[in-house]
């Protein structure tokens, strides 16, 4: 009983500052001048009026692009990779795996500032010369905010314990058929990882969705700004901040990754515990 | 990892030795067709980690390697650039928002990990029980952790706006007086460690729960037979079985608290004055408002060392609570 108690009460303070959010979003602007819970009137139209004061819905669509190119290029280059080292022959695989997990140790923030000049330095991309020089390369594009950050080692990594536990007699049956090494990877292993493919892009969305400190440093307009910078500008216009439609803005950059979490939240939970225990 | 490989190895000799098997006279073309096999899954194999591979070297690799090497140089973007040798880190020694930098990293790390993974520690055994409704608390506490920390950090300066925010309203509620939290230069700091707290918690609580799930309920029951109270049970039993988890939350903790950007982005700007600067935020205004790339990787290297440095440290703690 007294663990029931403390568990609500712990939930409560979990939850109020979501609750109050979308409370607050659905408020006039001049009944936020003193606190209250709930609004008098519920103003649903403050969402349409938020997209109205500032481009929410364009963020929100670069948002989604960012995090659906993001994870189909980690999709294909980490479970290429992650069976590789895993299923196919190659010297050195051990090494190589230990290679991965070193850089996937390497914190974001340590290479930022070089990051920031590879990406600028990209070979024949936006008035850049052959030998990287000249231009802004990939700065403020859609291949220098997905590519960078997509197929992380991390999940180069998670693939490959999850192939590691199938058997191998299944690739060498289809061998003695006749099918080819790629068709083995696509049509026969894959298939049998469909759980790691989803932990893999409910980690992957919710890593693309939540990203703050790679698109501002590389984006300069607003028309592939995502959803999260977008945010953080129109939140720092303290002079005449209007707080429902900012908690309307702030609940349309929380809402989808909680519905993703909620309905993949077996998978979420079983990825986050195996990446931590298994490793 | 080393046994799956040793594992994978004897399997491939197995297959070897069943072709030679065979009748002698077929012995020769099954060991060409066999090697021709291998040789078509090496080909594959490289040909399938390829991009894996070349991705990680440019955008991980090279950039640390370089930035090793830009913390000793002057570069700044203009393109010609000197060699100064370790002249960065000594100005880093007597820059002002560097040093604020450092210590407010510090001592965020330091209240920051501590009182997080002991609350998560609690609320995992708090919910490592078979009761109704566990899992709607596990999704309560779980939350924050999945949400943008932008949107956290634009909802907590609503919370605590001075005069209509849920923080001073909840505070009048209970009899307390307003409290500035984020305008005051002393507030900032710790207003920030709560937020960072309660987001942390539940990335913490769900890999602790893991844990205590693969505890074994024999060795729980036994000891419960034997006469040991909750307190012993959790001690000799739980504990041990919890090193695991503890290091991986540990190691991801420290790290994660030595990133701190986008919640003080959001909340104050390093502000009031440079109160509530960072490390990753004076990193980034050198590098992008001061222009001093090879300034702002002289930074990082001293962040890479004071990662390091709290890691051994706290294994060292851990592994001192284990002798006990």
Excluded at chain 2, 47 to 69: K, Y
Excluded at chain 2, 75 to 84: E, I, L, M, Q
Excluded at chain 2, 197 to 214: D, E, F
Excluded at chain 2, 272 to 288: H, K, M, Q, W
Aim: proline share 5%.
């Amino acid at each position: 009983m007294v663990l029931y108690v403390v568990l609500t009460v712990g939930s409560l303070l979990m939850l109020s500052p979501f609750i109050w959010m979308v409370l607050t979003a659905l408020k006039s602007p001049n009944e936020v001048g003193a606190f209250t819970w709930l609004p008098k009137e519920y103003h649903w139209e403050n969402f349409v009026e938020a997209m109205k004061t500032a481009p929410f819905l364009n963020y929100f669509r670069n948002s989604l692009i960012i995090a659906i190119g993001e994870t189909a290029v980690t999709l294909a280059v980490c479970t290429m990779a992650g069976y590789a080292l895993a299923k196919l022959p190659l010297r050195g695989a051990k090494s190589l795996l230990t290679y991965f997990i070193v850089l996937l140790m390497v914190p974001f923030q340590i290479i930022l500032v070089p990051l920031f000049l590879v990406v600028k330095s990209v070979p024949l991309f936006g008035g850049n010369d052959i030998l990287g020089m000249g231009g802004t390369g990939w700065l403020n594009s859609w291949w220098g905010l997905i590519i960078p950050l997509a197929a992380g080692p991390m999940y180069t990594f998670l693939a490959r314990q999850f192939y590691v536990s199938l058997p191998s007699e299944l690739a060498d049956a289809a061998r003695m058929d006749g099918v080819g090494e790629f068709g083995i990877f696509l049509k026969v292993m894959t298939p049998l990882v469909k759980p790691a493919l989803v932990t893999i892009f409910v980690f992957q969305v919710e890593g693309a969705w939540n990203a703050f400190l790679w698109p501002l440093m590389i984006t300069s307009t607003d028309e592939i700004r995502p959803l999260q910078l977008g945010l953080a500008i129109f939140s720092q216009d303290q002079s005449d901040i209007q707080w429902p439609y900012l908690m309307a803005g702030t609940a349309l950059a929380a809402l989808p990754m909680i519905v993703l979490f909620i309905f993949a939240q077996k998978r979420f939970v079983e990825g986050m515990a195996s990446a931590g225990l298994k490793g | 990892m080393s046994n799956l490989a040793t594992k994978a190895a004897p399997s491939r000799t197995g297959t070897a030795t069943g072709h030679s098997k065979d009748g002698a006279a077929t012995k020769g073309t099954r060991l060409v067709k066999r090697r021709s096999v291998t040789h078509k899954q090496v080909r594959a194999g490289w040909l399938l980690l390829t991009p894996a591979l070349l991705h990680s070297t440019i955008f991980i690799s090279v950039p640390t390697i370089a930035a090793l090497f830009l913390s000793m140089t002057d570069y700044n973007f203009s393109g010609d650039w000197t060699w100064v040798g370790f002249d960065n880190f000594v100005e880093l020694m007597g820059d002002q928002n560097f040093k604020t930098a450092f210590v407010n990293t510090v001592v965020y790390a330091l209240v920051v990990v501590p009182i997080s993974m002991g609350l998560a520690l609690l609320i995992a055994l708090g919910l490592n029980q078979k009761l109704r409704g566990m899992a709607f608390f596990r999704t309560a506490f779980y939350i924050p952790t999945v949400t943008a920390t932008v949107a956290v950090a634009t909802v907590w300066l609503w919370i605590y706006n001075p005069g209509a925010g849920l923080a001073n309203g909840a505070l009048s509620f209970f009899g307390f007086g307003p409290q500035p939290f984020l305008s005051s230069p002393d507030a900032a700091l710790p207003s920030l460690m709560l937020v960072g707290i309660w987001q942390g918690l539940g990335a913490k609580m769900v890999i602790y729960l893991a844990a205590l799930q693969g505890v074994s309920r024999e060795l729980v029951e036994a000891a419960d037979l034997d006469g040991a109270n909750r307190w012993q049970v959790f001690k000799h039993v739980k504990w041990p079985a919890l090193a695991p988890a503890q290091f991986f939350v540990l190691i991801t903790s420290i790290v994660g608290t030595f990133q701190v950007y986008d919640l003080v982005y959001v909340m104050t700007k390093g502000g009031p004055g440079i109160s509530t600067n960072v490390l990753v935020l004076d990193i980034y205004n050198d590098a992008f408002q001061g222009m001093r790339l090879g300034y702002a990787s002289a930074e990082t290297v001293i962040m890479i060392l004071l990662i390091s440095a709290f890691i051994i440290v706290g294994r060292k703690l851990q592994g001192a609570d284990k002798s006990e």
